[in-house]
């Protein structure tokens, strides 16, 4: 179903829909060889479904099948088959099945086996073909990295897999294939989410003179694929994610999420187009494959947290960016059913959740509950890489503070923070402990390990009388117990991302008030819980007629905030008081990091990135927001409604998918 609009926009609506399948429909009917057309079509082998491998023809992935099913392509270009009534039959999947390479399994088991390469942890035997699959069932398939010898040879990726791919076998195709997103791959629960939900207008546009940002190649390429980044085990989720299909091709959890907060980056920009300065419009049809295949990462992890696994897997960020990715696509997707799962996670089966909490005082520190008392004496003693919570929630965890995990971890949870900051609905959905992510963040840049106050005595003599617990639930007294880490690795990281950090820089100072021109938070001042028609002279150049009238965000014409002002409406839609969380975590205010010098550069080098036109389609123009004393500027009523650009853009990424899939075989 399309989103209420004014009754104008419906007629436009229902004549280009009607000129998009005239347009589409001649394309797919002409799609030969291995693909979809309505039925599966065929090479000279028989009917049959291809995926083209990055890394070449050779680790292509074909499905092939005992008759021309009915078949279709989801939102991201992935096949599904029609098993009306009955079974399906695969025959076969090429690349070939070799004794302990190769695998294939239907809905894949977060908590194992794993099928795919013994050379991996907890293998068991793939399923074998020919095979018939009933409805709501996914089929996956792996390559296996230089199957010949050992996981990735002498190359340092780690990864045992090369590509991997999925048809879904369902009862019914989906009511409009092109806007549908794939279900889950794990398991037997299938559902399935429309893009034309995606609220696109939580995407800013800011502009920022910064180094190392992703192309718009890398951006699709990093998030086009089937990561399979899915197991519950702490180390096979390092080495099975193929590296077709990540960023850098590496596949340590740690790694990809700092390249997925590039990524998520990358889709706030201004001029991300082939040729700027870009239209909004223009922008966001370039951002759309990469927030498609975000998104559906997400719904993947989405599926793997409703199986009841646990994505923690341990102290050193091996499931790092897992609630990120979850976080961002029930963001962008406002989907009640995944938000609501959202909200009640098991806070010990995400990294982020169990990483990061609120200790005496409300300061915020670093550790995991992965041990009691004993435990964590019995590690600090060890010296050992363990990070377990400080018992007595006074310093950060680890007989290290600042060094180890937590330096491996600490610049994609700065990155994540300020991305909260820059979205604040993905802030305001964010579970259990966003204050506390938030406020660490800052801490971490501004200071550093926190080791003092502490009242603990450090290790020496006799365990019980001289150092440890006092057996009255607190610590034998001493002056601390690593008093000189205090500040340690302050801004330090072995993960750091030369564009996160100039994002930092950027924007930290502003994007917590949604004052930094180009950024879009929505406004809940205006707009109340109701869609209200705009006025007619609500254009983008008349700011001041905005307020007489507005409607819902996410709606054409929806408020945006920017400028000055926009402090109520990012406070008003629920996101937290950005002056507490700071304060919590004993850091400065927001606005008053040590770096105001270089952040302001953010807001001065941005302030015409929106100028144009008054066109504010993800960040309104900071002139209009001056007249404003919301904060609120008005979206362009030029801009196309969601449903219908997401159709328009359907069309023309299709088409350039074909494109591309045909040239790389030429």
Known sequence: ML???????????GFVLATVLAIALP???????????????????????????????????TFRFAEAYECGQYVTGEFFVVASGAAITIAAITPDGAPGRHGVDVNPAPNGPQRWDDRLGDYAD??????????NSSVVKYVSDNPAGDCDGDADEKSCGRFAAVVTIVDAAPDDPSTAFRPPFVGADKPTLS????????????????????????????TRHLRLDYTSDSVTCDLMPPEDAIPNGRPWSTDIWADDTDVHAWLHLADVCDAPPCTPEQDLATKMPVLVGYVQHGIDVWGVDRQGASLFRGGGGNGGGKLHAYAFA??????????????????????????????????????????????????????????????????????EPGGWYQDNTAKPTQYTALLMRIMPALQANWPVNGDVVLAYADRWVEHGALTQPDDCAPIGGEYGVDYGPDGMGGCIAGGGRVPELDGNNANGGNRSRPFGECMWQSFRACAGDCSCPGQSCESASMCGNGIVEPPEACDGDDAASC???????????????????GSDGADESGT???????????????????????????ADDTATSNASAGDTS???????????????????????????????????WRRRCRRAIVSSRS
């Open 195 to 222: 893009a034309t939900t995606l609220q696109t207008q939580l995407l800013s546009r800011l502009s920022a003179d910064c180094t190392d940002v992703p192309t718009r190649a890398t951006a699709e390429a990093w």
């Open 27 to 61: 394309e797919a009917e002409a799609h030969a060889d291995c693909g979809c057309d309505g039925t599966i079509t065929a090479d000279g082998g028989g009917p049959c479904l291809r995926y083209a491998a990055p890394s070449g023809p050779g680790n292509d992935i």
């Open 330 to 399: 029930a963001t962008m997707l406002a989907d009640a059913e995944m938000l609501a799962d959202l909200a009640v996670i098991d806070e010990e089966r995400f990294f982020e959740s169990a990483s990061y909490y609120a200790g005496e005082g409300g300061v915020a520190l670093w550790g995991q509950p992965t041990g009691d008392e004993a435990a964590y004496w019995n590690d600090f003693g060890d010296q050992s890489t363990r990070t377990i919570r400080d018992p007595y929630r006074s310093i950060d965890g680890g007989f």
């Open 576 to 602: 937290a008081d950005e002056g507490g969380t700071a304060d919590e975590g004993g850091t400065p205010t927001e606005g008053g990091t040590p770096t105001d010098s270089a952040t302001s550069m953010g």
């Open 618 to 652: 993800g960040g309104s123009s900071p002139a209009d927001d001056g007249d404003d004393a919301s904060g609120c500027g008005c979206r362009s009523s030029s801009t196309p409604p969601p449903s219908l650009f997401f159709l328009l853009w359907i069309v023309a």
């Open 547 to 565: 307020a007489e009238g507005c409607i819902a965000p996410g709606q054409p014409g929806a408020c945006t905030c920017a400028g000055g002002g």
């Open 3 to 13: 989103p209420r609009f004014a009754s104008n926009v419906h007629a436009q609506t």
């Open 126 to 135: 793939a399923v074998g073909l020919p095979l018939d699959v009933e409805a």
